[in-house]
């Protein structure tokens, strides 16, 4: 009779014991999921606010509805502006840029004529501050881009005697810019300092055929721009040819250049951009025309550039 008396308290020991032991294990657990739930609550509101943090930052910019703007750059920009299109579209994907490439000067002219152009990329400041002076653009928009080198080059495998200015007389043809073309105006002036041709007032007036006599009556392609002066060597049909060190870019394997002009001889080769006044342009155009150029002022279009071979240091 004791020992089942005796069994029978312990077994309410047990249960007694057990259910404490299962109200402290509740009662951890609970607590658990209580701070488990105020960190995951606290993880989702941190999260929350850098989400709403990011947003904001990213809305600080706004963004255009559908436009077009039309940029008129200089023949050696034609590569590197594509790519600066595809960047510029990637946190403005509603403007539309339509390139056309041509000489600066050339280009100068067809707005001077009343081209509609939203934005010029010239290779000089020459045509930058002409059209400047006639209220062609919009005021505190232009913007000092880049700076080039003009460099004497050779195709592949020509065997010139030809190692720069120096001795350009040596070459059997040579293809050279006309003088109202910034390449070709900034080797006039280059050869004019290296002491090859005389001085003048102006030396974008120094003909075509004054270099070639200079030059010992070497043959000489004039042509309209410097797209075509890298074409004609490239292609072999002359033997040298002064080009910007930029347009050597992805012709690596057909042009050999033989020297890159210093700045002493030919100056610095900035590249102004500036807003093109245009009054058939409304309000979302002009505007995304304006961004545009500040753009090519930024640091993701300085790394594209030095990427192309121009030189981002215009101080």
Sequence with gaps: MKKKTVSILLTAACVVSLAACGASGSADSSEKSSSDTESTAATGASSEAETTSGAESTTDREVFDDTTVTVFAAKSLNSVMETLFSEYNKTQPNVKLVGSYDSSGTLMIQIEEGASCDVFFSAAAKQMDQLEGENFLVDGTRHNIVNNQVCVVTYEGSNTEVTGLEDLEKASSIALADGSVPVGKYTREALVNAGILEKAEDVSAITTQQVSEALGGVE?????????????????????????????????????????????????????????VNKEADETEQAAAKDFVEFLTSDEAAAIFQSYYFDTDVA
Excluded: F, M
């Excluded at 890298?230 to 042009?255: F, I, M, P, Q, W």
């Excluded at 033989?258 to 100056?267: A, E, F, I, S, W």
């Design 220 to 276: 000489i392609n004039e042509c309209a721009n410097v797209g075509a002066v890298t074409s004609a060597v490239a292609e072999g049909s002359n033997e040298v040819g002064t080009v910007y060190y930029s347009d050597t870019y992805g012709l690596e394997d057909r042009l050999k250049v033989l020297q890159v002009v210093p700045y002493d001889l030919t100056g610095n080769v900035i590249y102004p951009a500036a807003q093109v």
